[in-house]
């Protein structure tokens, strides 16, 4: 049983480009949270996902940005990057309904920004 | 507003040292879950428990064990017998009953030495 897999694992951009992120949810998971994580720090909700709708959001600017496919997995996209987009951004996945369920993370994706 | 607070940033102990990592929360609602999760030097956020606001009994699971206490707004987590193994980032959480949003300590660096 598969569990949340993010790719890429790693990732350098320079100021100013813009990013994809990619995540797929744990077999049976139909909601995908989005996480930044900077160093020494605990994780900052970006947004979650649940069929196919941004469902809540935290507070980040709209230079971030996602999308959830019919298969449940979800891409993150930054753009216009800056030196303080570099973190670990970490996708959840749990099962959606009205009872807060257990995320389950994935590896996560370490962003630097040159 | 939401707020969770791990004072102890680092903890240092001998293996087979009982420890007890902190956490103290901030909710209006009456309704909302509590959650640990442990982050290894991998990155990925492992689940550990996640209790409800209307369940205070205390929960053990082998060498693990949490205390509840709604009246100090706490939710302690005791590692007994300590390990190598055990040495991460701990991190407490809080989100609200209907939400997807988890709301993190800064999270507790664990060193368990042999």
């Known amino acids: 049983d598969a569990g949340v897999t993010q790719s890429p694992t790693h990732l350098i951009k320079t100021r100013g480009q813009q990013v994809t992120l990619r995540c797929s949810p744990k077999?049976?998971?139909?909601?995908v949270s989005w996480y930044q994580q900077a160093l020494g720090q605990g994780p900052q909700f970006i947004f979650q996902y649940y069929e196919e709708e941004e469902r809540q959001r935290g507070n980040f600017p709209d230079r971030f940005s996602g999308h959830q496919f019919p298969n449940y997995s979800s891409e993150l996209n930054v753009n216009a990057l800056l030196l303080g987009d570099s973190a670990l951004y970490l996708c959840?996945?749990?099962?959606?309904?009205?009872?807060?369920?257990?995320?389950?993370f994935g590896d996560g994706t370490r962003l630097s920004i040159l | 507003a939401q707020k969770v607070t791990q004072a102890q940033t680092e903890i240092s102990v001998v293996e087979k040292e009982d420890v007890t990592l902190d956490c103290v929360y901030e909710t209006r609602d009456t309704t909302y879950y509590l959650f640990w999760y442990k982050q290894p030097p991998s990155g990925e956020l492992v689940f550990l428990i996640r209790r409800n606001s209307f369940d205070e009994q205390n929960e053990i699971s082998g060498r693990y064990s949490w205390n509840f206490q709604k009246s100090t707004s706490s939710f302690n987590f005791t590692i007994t017998a300590s390990q190598v193994v055990d040495s991460a980032v701990y991190f407490c959480?809080?989100?609200?009953?209907?939400?997807?949003?988890?709301?993190f300590g800064q999270g507790t660096e664990l060193s368990v030495k042999p």
């Open positions: 959480a809080l989100s609200e009953a209907w939400g997807g949003k988890l709301i």
């Open positions: 077999s049976g998971h139909d909601t």
């Open positions: 959840a996945s749990s099962l959606g309904g009205g009872d807060q369920q257990p995320q389950h």
